[in-house]
């Protein structure tokens, strides 16, 4: 609290400021805290990822799926394609349309490498519409 004397007056009067250093000081001291916690904040969690809930898209007339079964073969449709010939395979049943969109299932025992192996696969031919296919939740 801050006190002037007038001249005159043997009252005293309250200076009305207030001393806002302390106050800085302790928001930097805050900041600096923050700064610090906020990295150590963000670890790697195992997730197990929910159902989702969006609502579903209509279905084209004629969908493009590629499907990626349990043991780690691949199907386009009902046709069982190996790896190496994806690519080609797409290229088929897409009429060569990179536009098209593919969707995407998989069996919930595929591990997510050969999920993301299967779409560097679909990335690297060209095919950048790719819609993962998954079940409604009620």
């Not at 400021?17 to 670890?43: G, H, Q, R, S, Y």
């Not at 209509?58 to 969908?63: F, L, S, W």
């Not at 299932?105 to 993301?116: C, F, H, N, P, S």
């Amino acid at each position: 609290m801050a006190f002037s004397i007038r001249h005159g007056e043997d009252d005293l009067e309250e200076a009305h400021e207030i001393n806002v250093t302390p106050f800085i000081d302790v928001m930097l001291v805050l900041l600096i805290i923050f700064m610090v916690a906020a990295p150590l904040a963000t670890v790697d969690v195992a997730v197990d990822l929910p159902v989702s809930t969006a609502q579903p898209e209509p279905r084209p007339p004629k969908p493009l799926s590629l499907t990626i079964k349990a043991d780690h073969t691949l199907a386009i449709g009902e046709t069982t394609v190996a790896k190496s010939g994806l690519v080609s395979a797409l290229d088929a049943a897409s009429g060569n349309d990179k536009e098209q969109r593919v969707f995407l299932r998989a069996d919930k025992q595929v591990d997510y490498g050969e999920l993301m192996e299967v779409m560097n696969l679909l990335r690297g031919a060209n095919y950048l519409k790719v819609g993962l296919v998954g079940l409604e939740s009620r």
